[in-house]
């Protein structure tokens, strides 16, 4: 159906979607329209789509997200405490003898194994490091970017009171 021009039942229906509350792209995906359809025939008939209800689902969003790494980097500092702990407690391993597969019971995990465990406890804490830098580099990051607008806005109103004054 793209391409066909809109009936004015089409245009009637999206007045009224609109009217009912629906997104653009919820009434372009029930009429089977583009979403560039949509918004050139709803600014034609005058209509806007409130981007406040967008913003506030996004940023619900990203304090979910938020919340669940929260909660991920408690559960890898877990497994990473988890993981150590087994570097200090009795192992079985599992040896090939001549009269077949024997197990022996060690009072510690074989270099190897520890050195494997270790691995995987540094991951876990490395995976919760950087979740961590992430959630703290979201305020730096928006420092910053104040900072170099103010700094920005300093730099003009500076250049500005230089050429009021041309002695100074």
Known sequence: M????LTP???DRIA???AEGKTRNDIARELGRSQSTITKVARELGLTFDRT??????????LDAKARR??????????AERLRLRLWEPTTVVLSTPKGPAEVRLPLPP???????MGAVQA???SHVDLDRLDVSDGADNAKSMLGQLGEALQIAADQLGQADPEG
């Open 2 to 5: 793209a391409g066909a021009p």
């Open 9 to 11: 039942e089409e245009r």
């Open 16 to 18: 009224q979607l609109h």
């Open 53 to 62: 209800a967008t913003a506030a689902a996004t940023k619900a969003k990203q």
């Open 70 to 79: 929260a909660q991920l980097k408690l559960d890898l500092l877990d497994d």
């Open 111 to 117: 270099a190897r194994d520890a050195r494997d465990i």
């Open 124 to 126: 876990a804490v490395r």
